[in-house]
């Protein structure tokens, strides 16, 4: 009984299926930018090197006293 009424509304589920292609050519962009201040870490190695005579000076003659 009723058979023929579950036939409605089948052809009208293809539309807009061609919209999905955008957006996809954009990705490659700043690639090229990350070599930036490689060069600039060398900085201040050779103020390390300071106090240290002044540190040993003090030593012998705490001891040069001691004698």
């Known amino acids: 009984m009723k058979l023929e009424v579950i036939r409605v509304g089948i052809e009208?589920?293809?539309?807009?299926i061609k919209g999905i292609e955008v957006v996809i050519e954009d990705i490659e962009m700043g690639i090229e930018d990350?070599?930036?201040?490689?060069?600039?870490?060398?900085?201040?190695?050779?103020d390390i090197e300071v106090e240290i005579e002044d540190i040993e000076n003090r030593g012998l003659e705490s001891v040069n006293r001691g004698l």
Do not use: A, M, Q, S
């Not at 009208?12 to 807009?16: A, K, N, S, T, Y």
């Not at 930036?36 to 050779?46: K, L, R, S, Y």
């Open 34 to 46: 990350i070599e930036v201040e490689i060069e600039d870490f060398e900085v201040g190695i050779e």
């Open 12 to 16: 009208d589920i293809e539309f807009e």
